[in-house]
């Protein structure tokens, strides 16, 4: 064999290896680096502390009670009561007028002989009245508001500090209103009622100093 052949048959496989070493590594795909997992987030604690609590009742109503309420917001009411008595009365009086001339009109109705000018009569003087009954009424209510709140005011006040004061010794951090909140509440254990524990301790300390005058 000449050194000619040999040569070219040399360079032919040299060739034919190179090719297959090239083939050989793309059929064979490269390894993908591994990630390392994750790590989950920590879960916050949602544990909250919740504060003791302690919820009582106190009925207002009865701090007016003549028997059973604070005797120095019962003296004061009756001072105004006192002096509004005559105009009290007086609306009364028309009430019952009002009262009376209905009774006489149903009866001259219901009469064999009807007479209507007599009807008419005091169906005019029923309204006449009515009208000045209601002028007298708003009237009244808005001077006894005005005088309710200036002669209750003093003891109103102290009744508020010691309610706080009650509150603070015992303990309570919620007060209710038992007459504003009654037809909400369906249960309450009695030791929460604490009307009448206030009102005696509120006496003891603040007693009765004078008869209730005008």
């Known amino acids: 064999m000449t050194t000619i052949k040999i040569l070219f048959i040399l360079l032919i496989t040299a060739s034919a290896t190179s090719v297959l070493a090239q083939v050989r590594s793309a059929a064979t795909p490269s390894p993908t680096p591994t990630r390392p997992a994750a790590t989950p987030a920590a879960t916050p604690n949602l544990t909250v502390a919740v504060p003791a609590t302690k919820i009582a009742v106190i009925d207002t109503d009865m701090f007016t009670d003549e028997k059973a309420g604070i005797v120095r917001l019962v003296d004061a009411v009756k001072i105004v009561q006192s002096g509004f008595s005559v105009r009290q009365q007086e609306i009364v009086t028309l009430q019952n007028r009002i009262n009376t001339l209905v009774e006489d009109i149903n009866k001259l109705r219901q009469s064999p002989v009807v007479d209507q000018k007599t009807i008419q009569a005091k169906q005019e003087e029923g309204t006449r009245v009515q009208q000045d009954l209601q002028t007298k009424q708003q009237s009244f209510q808005e001077d006894y508001a005005k005088r309710y709140a200036e002669v209750t005011k003093p003891v109103s006040d102290l009744i508020g500090k010691e309610l706080d004061q009650f ?10 209103d038992l007459s504003k909140l009654l037809p909400a509440i ?20 603040y007693p009765r100093t004078a008869p209730a005058t005008r």
């Open 167 to 176: 509150a603070n010794q015992h303990g309570i951090t919620m007060t209710l």
């Open 186 to 205: 369906l249960t309450a254990v009695p030791t929460v009622e604490v009307t009448q524990a206030f009102i005696a301790e509120f006496n003891r300390k």
